[in-house]
């Protein structure tokens, strides 16, 4: 028997990233993974990022994670969304070539010498520490176990009528969770996901459609990549809409739907809806967008996001050919839906492990989670704590508060979810100070806490420290009321200065664009300082009185919330006997986790906050 | 505040505690088991039929204790979302308190705390914060006025237009994050479109609401009429005329005072504290000065001041005290002596009025005068006032002419020379009504909370609007929002950030 420190069953994006920071404590590392299938493969739409995405594949990256660098290595196209709505808000995307993306993936793990791969389908793990993980052929011992097996356990795939077993399509499913482990509770309810047909490429008409080029202004993921460096080429999307014999034609087949007849019982998530939900759930909207996104340079096939689907394969396409440009659509592969597993995710400490479990971790969608940044995200929190436990160090625990992930993880371990999780910016209370800009900012002191020197983390010292010495010439900088410099202001717009101002007090004017000013002033001055320091430190000075604005406010509002309880002495009180089970449940450890708890009752709060709180 | 927490049955008597009546009711809230009240009664608690009333006797150790009527209201569906039992007892006072004491003792129930079934209902979201504060307006009312309030707070317009106020917020906020998180699905103009409409949307409603909290309310609450002046100057003789016609229902409690004297004055349906106060004069006694700063303070308090003035005794030193005080009516007595003095004179020695009427009191009641000295707001002390040294006597006024529109300018005429005039009384309280009924017109709030938590609103939507203004950046506005929310929540309840998704998720459709 081979074996390992931390074993990872899951070769998705939770469970790659999870290897991969495992590999870099020096610690023996096994994904096992299913044979069919190659790592960090994307099965669902061909992009990486998005709003509060983008954010999340940044912090990844500045904790040493994968996500980023593999995503710039095949990206063929890149946007800033949210461009016109100011810096906190904007998020990068881009759109990948589906098959470079798993290949270089292959080749990351491939060339980092403490990672085994093995390619085969996982049936029973041992219930504690050391674990014995069987597989098909052969048995594998580990002391730590990171489980991140997607949408694969017990898992059930509908198209129409048409009902089979497997985790995706073309592909085998792993038991269910009871089966791989006697002690673990899943949800009561199981989670659905869906995918739209993949369409020939050469069959839509695209001077139909409304063209997105790729946008060479935004930035790589990958801090030590050059900024702006484009490794594969260029690829546009198209916008395309659905109108009325589209939304019709899915009406009139209600009864062939798996949603909607009662044959998929999972519960999917109300971002992300399938064509069905949007056709029955707004019966008054017909047009809805459709994005046309290539799979890759030379993949034949392209994803129409928006439109996914579980009907029938006549009736996919019979839907398909009336959007305008797609009236000669031919199929490739048609959509599906899939049901499958969770685990309960508030018996997880906030370091992912199942907490009557010790060794055992839990990342990615078989949390109840959607999307591969979150997964990732998971993957590299729980993929650290495991290596952490494991060499008996202190675990990392990421503050909500300057980070998506940490607002991620807090949010799913105190409830049980109803419902698939995504991140939204609206997710974090925080949302001026958790920017893109300002990652390295966020995420170094995060990452030094992991104690492994390398090139990354040269780079974020480095960048801090030029960061700070920016940051106190512009603080100490004043600019006097001179005529000189009052005709200056108004050549190049910068407003009235009708007294001396320090230079922050510029740059944080509100008509200004506090990048292009800040970098102006620095070459009229002859500074020197890099890009990224420059654009990250322009856009923090004008945030900075919005962001303690914010903050006093917050203090105000939140102030009870960060005060610590201790959930044993709560449930000894006087309180019903349905909050105490929650409250036993979760194990809130702050009065804010406390009311993040659903049905907790006010009389239960005031009383936590009268008697145990004091 | 440790009992409030504690979820054992209470027990009180709702119908007051202070005298006899027929009937006291005595509520008991919160049991689980109604079957445990089984000893008390003859009446089989296991036939009871929610909402009906049943006839009992009342057991104390198996003996007759008073004979009663029950009514059971099952929890959810009662007021405070518990089970409640209604005991209707005979309302003599040694009873109640017998019964309650019986039902203590057997330590099944304990007694309510002041204000703890409305707690339960609070508690229970049978009722909100705001409603259990319509609820206080409600039962602790002095004017008819209060009392429409604490109903329209209760149940009625009031509540739904915050209810309406907040959903017009959580249309706005998601409005906003469905720009930032959601507008590839949506469309950026369709984005700005909404955004726009919700933000005038809810300035419209929280203008509304607004000028509500314009006029001071503390003039409302429980509205005082104060009658100020020197010692002798015949202000209790106006207090007494004023009570004459047996409109006092309640005395204030004897003994709490010993310089002043209230008594309340019932107008249309609204509760006034009248207020007669100690003699304004300079003094070096330390107690008589107390009581002077008093009247000074209960002065500057009262909705509607009368400064009563003798002619002959004024001396400007006795009205230094009253500051900037600003009088609603002025009125001068001593008739007899009018020729002796001169009345433009006797104003430079007097305070300002915001009235404009003057009565000169007469020592008979059905024979004064009034005198219009026009708006008076700029009045300087040493302007002479020429209306009134030219008038003379004037006639009484006729009861059937309008005394609101007394002519603003121009030398006093004589108003009617017919019929008798309108009792003094009757003149007063016009006066105190029309003022009160102004005040009362632009419907002004009374809860002390709601206006400074609207007032704060308002304030915040006018740094918002100017952010808004000022800055494209969303993620701005949207902090500056959040700060604006709390606030709006504070009206009604709490918000979360799932509540504003659930309003997305609901009334917009999602899909990238």
Redesign the interface.
Known sequence: MTKFDVAIVGGGHAGVEAAWLAAQFNLKVVIVSMPEVGLASAPCNPAIGG??KGQVVREIDALGGLMGKIADSCAIQYRI??E??????QSTRVQVDKDLYTENAEAFIAETENITVIKEKVLKISSSSPFIIETTNRKIVSTKVIITTGTFLNAKLHTGEEMKEGGRVECQNSPGMSDLFANVETLGTRFKTGTPARLDKDTLNYDKFIEQKSDIRTKNFHSLNSPHKRFVEQRSCFLAHTNERTLGIIRENKERSPIYNGQIKGVGP????S?E??AF??PD?NS??V?VEPEGLKAQTIYP??ISTSLPKEIQLEFLRTIEGFEKCEIITYGYAVEYDVVDTSKLTDCLEYESIPGLYFAGQVNGTSGYEEAAGQGIIAGINASLSYLGREPLVLDRNDSYIGVMVEDLISNKRDEPYRL????S?N??YVREDNTVNRMTKYRAHLGLDTEIDSYQESFLKEYDLLLSLVKQTKIYATEENKSYFKEVGYGELSKNISFDELVSR??INPVELLERELAKRGAKFSSDVIYSCAISIK?EG??N??SI?ND??YRLGKKKVNWSSIIKG?I?NECKQRIEDIKPSTFSQLQRIDGI???TL??VA??IIQ | MIHLYDNKPIIACSTGTQSNSAIGLIRISGFRNLLDFQKFFSFDLQKIKPRFNHFSKLFCDEKVIDEIVLCFYEGPKSFNGENILELGVHGNQLNIQRILKLFIESDLVRHANEGEFSYRALRNKKLSLSQVEGLDLLLNANSSYMLDQGLDVLQGDLYKQYLDLHSSFLKLKSSVELSIDFAEDIGEEQCEALLNSAQVEFSTKLNTLHKRIKSDKSDLACPAVSLIGQTNAGKSSLFNLLLSNERSIVSEQAGTTRDYVSEYLNLGGNNFRLIDTAGLRETNDKIEKIGIDRTIEIASKAFFKVLVVNPLQTRKEDYTFLGDEEFDLLIVTHRDLKGEFKLDELMTLLPTFSSSIFVDLTSTIDNFEILDLGPIEPLSKSGPIEPLSKSGPIEPLSKSGPIEPLSKSGPIEPLSESGPIEPLDQFIENLILKKFNSLTQDKPLLVDRHRQVISSIYLDLVKFQQVMRDTGDIAIISSEMNILGAKVAELVGVISPDEILNNIFSNFCIGK
């Open positions: 709003v509060g969304l949210n016109s709505k100011g810096y906190a808000v109300r971002y992300c809806p064509i939900d949007k759930r707004y909207r809805h967008h994005f996001n928006g939204f910016t609206a997710r209370e949302r001026l509100s008509q945030y919005y962001i604005r914010a406010e105000r509002i006087n019903s009752r006010p009389a005031a009383y009268g008697n």
